[in-house]
């Protein structure tokens, strides 16, 4: 508070205002012990002195992230903080190691993504901006570095975002610790999941929030050894029982009522539920839908979240029988009965009810009935059952409810906890406490007194711990602090929970005695604390009382508290339940130990709830509490408003303002010696010289007469007020000096100004006299022109307007006509056009549906013949792999082909021959049966005739005469036998038709028989294919080697000029001619062996869609031909061969001409042996491997990595220039390597554009002139595989060394983020030279981690230039690393708040400098054009560098300042910027609210943008890059010297041919 002596004249105050609570305003006059101030709204108020606070004129316009930075630390210094910094959305500031968040009520999710929880991962609490993340982060270092464990508590009141909090603190804890095991979902995302359960059954609307939560939340989520998650639960406290029979208006019961009403009409049937009006429980309040909110929407989404989390189908629907019958149960109303003080069912409608209630929970409905009117009183004579009147059956069914609603919540909590699994291994937990907060209402009943009563608990346990934090500053800073109070709160703890004695025993005492009420127990109270300082009684109040908070007095009322109170279940309503049919309703109330049966045993709420607030402080008090303050701004909900009443309301319910109490009762004000000093050092200019900055501070404080100050190790502590006496006599000092400097500029400017202005009048008079004398003349000549001027005009306007009106006359009519005209031209274009439109389109339709067909018949011809053909090929190789021993088992499989195909289709004959046969002879039995079948009607008609011929004749028969009964025998008898002939005619058809049956069964036994037999002749036939494949295979290897040998034999001709080893090639040459010769004569007879007609018959069997060809088995063929032994020795020659290019693959780092010479001569010889033509060999295998394990072992050698980045990256451009792939490998390719994300996918795109044409002159070495068809090489599988390895390691090498570059530079970026603070010019007077030296070296030490950044840029450089890695890949590795840095340095800028300052500006600019110095002196272009990836960062420190920044507009800063960052970027520095240097304010609040509009207008279109920026990881070049990177270069491998181990061996001459021009 103030006192006269720092409350002066001109001082800024707080001073409290009834809309506002507190107002800034200026001492204009002092009178006594009052001040006349001015207000910010221009109001002139007085008050005293001793009840205003003083304002710290110098805090940024921003605020501070963390309070205890604050000059003044009280009530209004905190409340225009908040402000602040809620203005700017900075929803997120530190009091100490206490978090306060307020709701901004409106998502971020820029300040939650992935990016972010990078961000706070591993940084010191205090480092970054204030965020959730930093207190979860250090709560989890904490437990891993101290294995203790650890919990947070989020409080705050109903709307305040204590549930959104919970969850994000969650996932950072799951990103933290990800799961130990990882099957199923993890940890965190089963305890989300179970939100929407728990907020259906426990969250309601109330006055202040329409999703409040109405129980408390303990979540212990727990970690193993490895500090995994390995487990959660999930505790629960004081669910608002009586919410269920008592709802008042404008409030709703849970959400789970009414989501059963909005539930579908076949649920709602089948729940008997409908209109939440009809039910009592619901329809005490007008409020029945909640805006924004589906019922019906959210009833399905609680019961996928049930499926979950493991409720299942049967559970689910037991569940919501329970919450019908509840609602049912709400609508049992009774009257008086009979007897006296009885009760009854008032009308059917309520006898509905009971009977619907009693049907829904599975029990008998009179045994419900008397469980409701009747109460068995136990005695030891026996039981007495007692009716109850109308108001106490009332209460006993709302006791029900109560009761079966509180068993099934307590059960699907119980039903989560066993889902999520908990482990009973864990090492250490975190809790994350998500309690409702202090509450104070116009009535408050017992669970306000519960509530309240947690929140004191919870704030003696903060007290402590606030406390405990200043004890650990002061021992560490070694002052004394041992007259320093601690105000507790225990008196009240005591007044309402200790036994005997509280307020709650005394609850349980009245609750015993069947005669109490809350009038007797008021008085009880009303007497027993009559003196207590926290206890006192309203008013003329008769059953309220009042109790002295931490936050305030809160008045409750004792009606219902005895109700409340009463926790036992009746023992009717355990029996009635416990018999349920329903096993769920019989788990819920299990059957009660057997005295507890006899007898109602009391319980108490209150009791309970002290039981399990006591295990959750025991919990709390053996973990490290970590503080989250939930603060809501306003009562409406919305964005962008800050109620001060209500923020300062919650301040002190939050215990926010008690801790700053607790502070104040200490030392508030503590400050570093350097702050100190730079902020007072005017008041004690006469330190003397050699002092350190200790003594200095300690100096100014003795001068100042204050007492009381602690001088620590490295600050200074104040106590309350004298930072503001300080202030005070600051302020006299500076206003002294400001009046004697202003008065010598005024003068200064005043004389100055005096004889300016004396030489301008006499200039100006000689100026001012020539000029009229010239305006004079100038008058009278301009008069006479005017007249003729005038009169020309005059006609020539005339003429004009004339001119004008004929003109325009005529242009109206021709347009007029022209318009006609062209819309009669125009209609009739259009008529016509339309029809050739309508003509066309119509062919057009007709041709496309044509060429479509065309070209899917083409299709499908194309293929179906390439897969005839293929067989045929196939077949033709295995036909000519065997030469004299194939062709006798090819007679024999020719015969044996014939002969089966004779017996088949004599087989085809005989079974087409026996179907006509069937069918004939089926034909006639039917025939014959119709016949028989017309005679068999034609008997019975004509026996139906006689019959009626009959009876005609009896009727005309005269009555006289006797009736004889006369029997026609004969008729019947020859009807019997026609009707045996044709059932052993139809006996003897049957007989024929079974043995026919048994024929075809049996022609289909063969017909399986000869298929089985063809199967294995085929399986024979593809043994002889393979065998023909491995002789084509041979075949292919001689041809090679008898090239190699011609090339060989070439080359000795030239260089050698011994004629024995030319002999002996020749001969070599000539044997290898004949055996290819004989070779292709066998292969040749063999393929004129096999049979056209053969294939033309599969080709049409195929057709068809049948396999015909039988092929019978024969003997396994005979060996190999003796041609495959004698190429052993060539083999092992081209073995050696290999082993001595992989040799010189390793061994040979060469350059020429920029480029890699062994990758040129493996090139060369890969190309010399056709080994891209190949079908299989190991040598690309083999390369690949020495590329993979040369990079692996030289991971941290940065010069090993770029020989072979240039190495493998030149090969790749040789193979991409030169191979192409047929259709058939690109398909195989593609079906093999679908990805084309990175470099490794996109080869498949380079293959197809090399194959096209690409413009480079390679294939041999140095061959120019040659074009590109006669170039490419028809390359094979084996050769695309290597072209694919070979992208993959550039890629990977290049990744190797832009890591390896930016592991080094990062931590010398940490260092060059944070300028060393500077110490001003005033201050280098007051202290010792030792100081301005220590700074001096550390701004040089800083300057030296500059430079050492660009040594590593430079040295990278010098190896890349080495090692000749191509331009482009250097340009784009630097790019890379320059973005890096830009991302670092930028997003430093706006997580920090002391980066975003003048000082830091300077500092970087001159880092930037360094860096663009070194961008302008590189020889090599690719390091100077990086210098453009760091605009980010140089823009911003542009803006922080740049003056007047007030009078600097929104379109200024955005196009002319920084145009390349984005609006939420600039928004973020220049709310965070403070200019440490001069003092001067930052943006204007038009600009900020300008911006703050544009990006509201934005977030309503788009997800809010994140302001930080990406490290981009990605590969920033494809094949092609590559390619062109080598464009235009080659290299003559006859002018390179060979390697010694090449020029021994004569395989390898080829390397010393001159290749033709």
């Not at 990103?175 to 907020?199: A, I, K, W, Y």
């Not at 897969?867 to 024999?892: F, H, I, P, Q, Y």
Request: charged letters at 25%; proline letters at 3%.
């Amino acid at each position: 508070m103030g006192t006269p002596v720092n409350i002066t004249l001109g001082s800024h105050v707080w001073v409290e205002d009834p809309e506002l609570a507190w107002i800034n305003g200026e001492v204009i006059e002092i009178i006594g012990t009052n001040a006349k101030i001015v207000t910010a709204n221009e109001k002139t108020v007085v008050a005293s002195i001793s009840s205003i606070y003083p304002k710290d004129t110098e805090a940024p316009p921003a605020g501070v992230d963390d309070m205890t930075k604050l000059a003044y630390l009280h009530e209004p210094g905190v409340l225009h903080n908040l402000d602040c910094r809620f203005a700017l959305n900075e929803i997120y500031t530190y009091t100490g190691n206490i978090l306060i968040a307020v709701n901004p009520f409106q998502r971020l999710p820029h300040l939650y993504s992935v990016h972010m929880m990078e961000q706070y991962k591993g940084a010191a609490f205090g480092e970054l901006s204030p965020h959730l993340f930093a207190v979860a982060d250090t709560s989890y270092r904490a437990m891993i570095n101290e294995a203790r464990s650890q919990s947070i508590l989020v409080s705050g009141e109903s709307g305040a975002g204590k549930t959104e909090t919970t969850k994000m603190l969650m996932r950072y804890l799951a990103f933290m610790g990800g799961r130990s095991d990882t099957e199923g979902r993890s940890v965190e995302q089963q305890v989300l999941e179970s939100n929407p359960v728990l907020e259906a059954f426990g969250n309601a609307k109330t006055v202040k929030n329409n999703n409040s939560s109405r129980f408390g939340k303990f979540v212990e989520i727990q970690f193993d050894k490895r500090g995994k998650i390995s487990g959660a639960a999930i505790r629960t406290y004081l669910l608002e029982r009586s919410r269920v029979c008592q709802v008042s208006d404008p409030e709703r019961n849970y959400h789970c009522f009414y989501m059963l009403c909005a539930a579908p009409p076949e649920e709602a049937k089948k729940f008997k539920v409908g209109d939440p009006r009809m039910f009592h429980y619901l329809n005490q309040t007008n409020c029945y839908e909640v805006s924004n909110v589906d019922d019906a929407r959210e009833y399905m989404e609680t019961r996928n979240a049930m499926d979950i989390v493991g409720i299942g189908q049967e559970a689910q629907d037991a569940i919501f029988r329970v919450v019908a019958a509840i609602l049912h149960l709400g609508n049992v109303n009774f009257i008086k009965g009979e007897e006296a003080d009885s009760s009854k069912l008032r009308d059917d409608k309520s006898r509905y009810h009971l009977q619907t209630a009693a049907e829904l929970l599975m029990c008998n409905e009179k045994m419900m009935e008397d469980s409701l009117c009747k109460r068995v009183i136990v005695t030891p004579d026996g039981n007495i059952t007692k009716p109850l009147d109308p108001e106490s059956a009332a209460s006993n069914r709302d006791a029900l409810a109560k009761t079966v609603y509180s068993r099934l919540f307590d059960w699907i909590v119980d039903k989560i906890n066993s889902s999520i699994g908990q482990d009973p291994n864990a090492k250490s937990l975190i809790g994350v406490l998500d309690i409702y907060g202090f509450e104070s209402f116009k009535i408050n009943s017992f669970e306000q007194l519960c509530i309240n009563l947690t929140n004191e608990k919870l704030q003696q346990h903060f007290n402590q711990h606030v406390f405990k934090m200043e004890q650990e500053e002061y021992t560490r800073e070694e002052i004394n602090w041992s007259y320093v109070e601690f105000v507790d709160n225990q008196d009240v703890l005591d007044l309402i929970e200790k036994k005997p004695g509280g307020i709650i025993a005394l609850l349980d005492e009245a609750c015993m005695f069947p005669k109490s009420t809350h009038e007797t127990f008021a008085q009880k109270m009303y007497q027993t604390y009559k003196g207590h300082k926290r206890f006192s009684k309203p008013k003329l109040a008769q059953t309220a009382f009042t109790v002295n908070h931490y936050a305030g007095d809160v008045t409750y009322s004792a009606e219902q508290f005895l109700d409340k109170n009463k926790d036992y279940v009746v023992a009717e309503h355990q029996a009635l339940l416990d018999a349920s049919k329903c096993s769920f309703v019989a788990n819920l109330f299990p059957p009660l130990p057997e005295d507890a049966s006899k007898q109602s045993k009391f319980s108490s709420i209150g009791t309970r709830f002290k039981q399990q607030l006591q295990a959750l402080m025991e919990t709390l008090n053996t973990t490290e509490p970590h503080y989250i303050r939930c603060v809501k701004p306003n009562a409406v909900l919305k964005p962008g408003i800050f109620e001060n009443d209500n923020v300062l309301n919650q301040l002190r319910c939050g215990g926010v303002l008690e801790a700053i109490r607790i502070s104040c009762a200490g030392y508030p004000t503590k400050r570093a010696f350097d702050e100190f000093l730079d902020r007072f050092v005017m008041l004690a200019t006469d330190v003397p010289d050699g002092s350190d900055e200790k003594s200095a501070c300690a100096s100014i404080c003795d001068k100042m007469g204050l007492k009381g100050y602690q001088i620590g190790k490295t600050k200074i502590f104040l106590r309350a007020g004298q930072m503001a006496e300080l202030d005070a006599r600051r302020t006299e000092v500076l206003a002294g000096a400001t009046k004697l400097i202003q008065r010598q500029i005024r003068t200064y400017l005043t004389r100055k100004e005096f004889l300016g202005q004396k030489r301008a009048t006499i200039f100006m008079q000689k100026l001012w006299r020539a000029q009229l004398a010239r305006k004079l003349y100038q008058n009278m000549r301009r008069e006479a022109a005017s007249i003729c001027i005038q009169k020309n005009i005059r006609a020539h306007r005339s003429r004009k307007n004339y001119a004008n009106l004929k003109a325009s006359a005529t242009v109206i009519q021709t347009g007029l006509r022209t318009m006609s005209a062209r819309n009669k031209h125009r209609h009739r274009r259009r008529t016509k056009a339309a029809i050739i439109v309508q003509r066309e389109w119509r062919r057009h339709q007709a041709q496309e549906a044509y060429k479509q067909h065309k070209k899917a018949t083409l299709a499908l011809q194309c293929l179906w013949r390439a897969k005839v053909a293929r067989k045929e090929l196939k077949m033709l190789k295995m036909a000519a792999r065997e030469t004299g021993a194939l062709k006798e088992a090819k007679d024999k499989l020719e015969k044996r082909v014939e002969e089966l195909t004779w017996r088949l289709e004599l087989e085809k004959h005989q079974k087409v021959d026996l179907e006509e046969a069937k069918a004939q002879e089926i034909a006639k039995l039917q025939n014959n049966l119709i016949e028989l079948q017309e005679k068999l009607d034609e008997a019975y008609t004509a026996i139906i005739q006689e019959k009626e011929a009959a009876k005609l004749a009896i009727e005309q028969a005269p009555p006289v005469i006797k009736e004889v009964p006369v029997v026609d025998n004969t008729q019947l008898e020859i009807l019997n036998s026609q009707n045996n002939e044709l059932e052993a005619e139809v006996t003897k058809l049957k007989g024929t038709i079974e043995e026919f049956e048994a024929k075809c069964s049996a022609l289909e036994r063969d017909s399986k028989a000869n298929l089985t037999e063809a199967e294995d002749a085929k399986s024979k036939a593809i043994q002889l294919q393979e065998i023909i494949d491995r002789l084509h295979t041979n075949l292919s290897n001689l041809e090679s080697e008898n090239q190699v040998l011609r090339q060989q034999a070439l080359a000795v001709s030239t260089i050698v000029e011994e004629s024995g080893e030319l002999n002996s090639l020749k001969d070599k040459l000539a044997i290898l001619e004949s055996e290819n010769e004989s070779l292709r004569r066998q292969t040749a007879s063999v393929e004129k062996t096999m049979p056209h007609e053969r294939v033309s018959a599969s080709e049409k069997d195929l057709e068809n869609g049948y396999q015909t060809e039988v092929i019978q088995a024969t003997k396994e063929p005979r060996n190999q031909i003796n041609v495959l032994a004698k190429q052993g020795s060539l083999t092992d020659r081209q073995q050696e061969n290999h082993e001595v290019l992989i040799k010189c693959l390793t061994d040979d780092r060469r350059f020429d001409n920029d480029r890699s010479v062994a990758a040129w001569i493996v090139y060369k010889a890969l190309l010399q042996w056709r080994l891209f033509e190949a079908e299989k060999t190991n040598i690309f295998d083999r390369i690949v491997h020495i590329i993979r394990s040369s990079i692996e072992k030289s991971q941290e050698d940065t010069r090993e990595l770029t020989y072979w980045l240039t190495t493998s990256s030149t090969l790749l451009y040789l193979l991409q220039s030169t191979l192409k792939f047929s259709s058939t490998n690109n398909a195989a390719s593609r079906r093999n390597r679908s990805s084309q994300a990175t470099l490794f996918g996109r080869l498949v795109q380079g293959m197809q554009s090399s194959s096209v044409g690409l413009e480079t002159a390679s294939g041999y070495s140095g061959m120019v002139g040659i074009s590109t068809d006669q170039q490419m090489i028809e390359a094979k599988y084996p050769a695309l595989l290597f072209k694919q390895h070979l992208a993959a390691y550039v890629e990977k090498t290049y990744g190797m060394i832009r890591d390896k570059l930016k592991k080094e530079i990062n931590p010398l970026l940490n260092l060059c983020i944070h300028a060393p603070r500077p110490t001003r010019a005033r201050t280098l007077r007051d202290v010792t030279k030792s100081i301005h030296l220590n700074t001096i070296a550390k701004q040089q030490a800083s300057h030296v981690q500059w430079q050492n950044i660009v040594n590593k840029l430079e040295h990278t450089l010098t190896l890349l230039a080495e090692n000749h890695v191509p331009s482009m890949i250097t340009r784009k590795l630097f790019h890379q690393v320059f973005s890096y840095i830009n991302v670092q340095l930028f997003n430093s800028l706006l997580l920090r708040r002391e980066c975003c300052s003048v000082s830091n500006g300077e500092y970087l600019k001159m880092g930037l400098h360094e860096l663009e110095q070194w961008c302008l002196k590189a020889d090599d272009e690719a390091a100077r054009s990086p210098w453009d990836e760091l605009q980010h960062i140089r823009q911003a420190v542009k803006f922080l560098v740049s003056h007047q920044k007030t009078q600097k507009s929104l379109d200024e800063i955005i196009k002319e300042i920084c145009p390349v960052l984005s609006l939420p970027q600039v928004y973020r520095i220049g709310t965070m910027f403070w200019d440490d240097k001069y003092g001067t304010r930052g943006l204007s609040p038009e600009v900020i609210q300008q911006m703050r509009k544009l990006m509201a207008e934005d977030s309503v279109n788009m997800t809010y943008p994140s302001f930080l920026l990406d490290v981009d990881s990605s590969i920033p070049f494809s094949v092609e890059d590559v390619s062109q990177s080598f464009h235009g270069g080659n290299i003559n491998l006859s002018d390179v010297e060979p390697p010694p181990l090449l020029r021994q061996r004569s395989d390898f001459h080829f390397l010393f041919q001159t290749l033709p021009e």
